[in-house]
Structures are given as structure tokens and as C-alpha cells.
């Protein structure tokens, strides 16, 4: 809704109004009915951006997955902690030799 503003301040000032004419001040009425009623309309602008912006997402052409690229599949759920992306219980690496440190020569 791109007429957001002018809708929310002129409900805010008939609300002004007539809230200003009960409390028989017509000056606080009219300053809170505009203040209430910028922040309707920009809040009712902004609501209306989103639709627009989620209606044009929506209208991607084929239906398919909204361009997402979907590749390998999802550890989601899974054990795996290690490194290497391994569950076996290990501290990842290939699970081969002794540990040590390799070391030698002279």
C-alpha cells in the first residue's frame, strides 16, 4: 500500500479531534492524533513493502526450489564433531599409524 502515510494521519487526526474535543483540548488532541497517525502510516507503508517484496519472491516463474542451490546433503542431526567430519569416535585424521610424532634423523 504505497498511500500508507496519508491514510494513518488523517485516521490520526479524526481520532485527534475528537479526542481533543472530549478532553476540551484541542492542541494535545490534534499533536497525538498526527504523532499516532505518522506511526500508523509508516508502519502500514512498511507492511505493504513487505507484501510487495514477498509477492515478487513468490513469483519466481517455474515453482521451483526459489533459486536455491542445493548440493550434498545436510549433517543436520548427525554425531559428527570431528575434523574430518567423522563419527567413528576418533579425533579425526585418516585413523591410521601410531600417534607419534614422526621425529628422527640426526
Known sequence: MKAGLPIGIGAGIAIGVALGSALDNLALGLSLGIAIGAG?????????????????KGDGGDGGDGGLI?????????????????????????????????????
Do not use: F, H, I
Not at 90 to 100: A, V
Open 40 to 56: 500508523s502510516g509508516v508502519a502500514m507503508m512498511a507492511s505493504g513493502a513487505a507484501k510487495e517484496k514477498d509477492k515478487k
Open 70 to 106: 542445493l548440493t550434498g546433503s545436510s549433517s543436520k542431526g548427525s554425531k559428527s564433531d570431528d575434523a574430518d567430519g567423522s563419527s567413528d569416535g576418533d579425533s579425526g585424521g585418516d585413523g591410521g599409524g601410531d600417534g607419534g610424532s614422526g621425529g628422527g634423523g640426526d
